[in-house]
């Protein structure tokens, strides 16, 4: 707040808060800086067009002003380590997903996140509260300017030979999604790492005989591999004929590519 002052003194500004416990101790420590920094008292002064507000976001209805500041808090126990709780207070509740889509509207300007873990971090396997899973999207914006969604579909593997794979995959400790939608399209296996379970490194396509010999399907599917690359997902094919008659090889490749997107990612 104290940068804003300097930097953009011209603009509103509004501090909104995922407790009342983070906008108390909020509140306070602006009070303390205030003393020590001139600009950003003058900042804070009564009779400008607008005051600053530090409010949780239970209390945010129609306050509109040119910056939000939005300060999650939750967040793992330890710095750097493992979001355990997919708990973030009231946006886990009854209309906490209503609750965000009015934070997200009252910036004129400009909205900035603080908040002490990635949007991957956000298992959305392990929350069934749309709050949450709005959360994770807002983040992945945040953090990389885009809204594509990746999610489950639910849907059973299409065959058995998708279901080895699977299970290969599973068995180096990885977490393997079958039919997961991206953009409208399905991605046979979305690969996820047990330590970023809510962000997929890889999608793993497999591919029949059948479909091995159509031309046409593999122009198809390669133009909606673009697509999906485009938007993040790094592929991983394996043909059903290559899985059956040279297995150990097909497994070890597939174990190389797990443990690569692993370490970059």
Known sequence: MAEHARENPTHSLGVVTFSFAQRNLITEL????RRQDTTLDQFLREGQSEDLFV???????GDERDVILVSVGYGPAIAGGRLN??????????????????????????????????PGDIDLNRTSKEGPRILKRFLDFAKNGRLDEDAPTGLDADSPFEEDVADVVRGYGFLADAQVGS????????IRHPDKPGSYILAVECDGATYHSAL???ERDRLRQDVLEHLGWRF????????????HFEIERLRKALRAMAESG
């Open 85 to 118: 709780s997919m708990s973030f207070g009231p946006v886990n509740g009854e209309g906490g997903e209503r609750r965000l889509n009015v934070l997200f509207t009252r910036a004129r300007i400009r909205c900035e996140v603080f908040a002490s873990f990635d």
């Open 236 to 247: 991983h094919r394996i043909w059903s004929t290559d899985w059956f008659y040279n297995r």
């Open 55 to 61: 409010k949780n976001i239970e209390n945010v209805q």
């Open 183 to 190: 953009a409208g399209f399905r991605i046979d296996l979305g």
């Open 216 to 218: 046409w399907a593999r």
């Open 30 to 33: 602006l009070e303390l800086r």
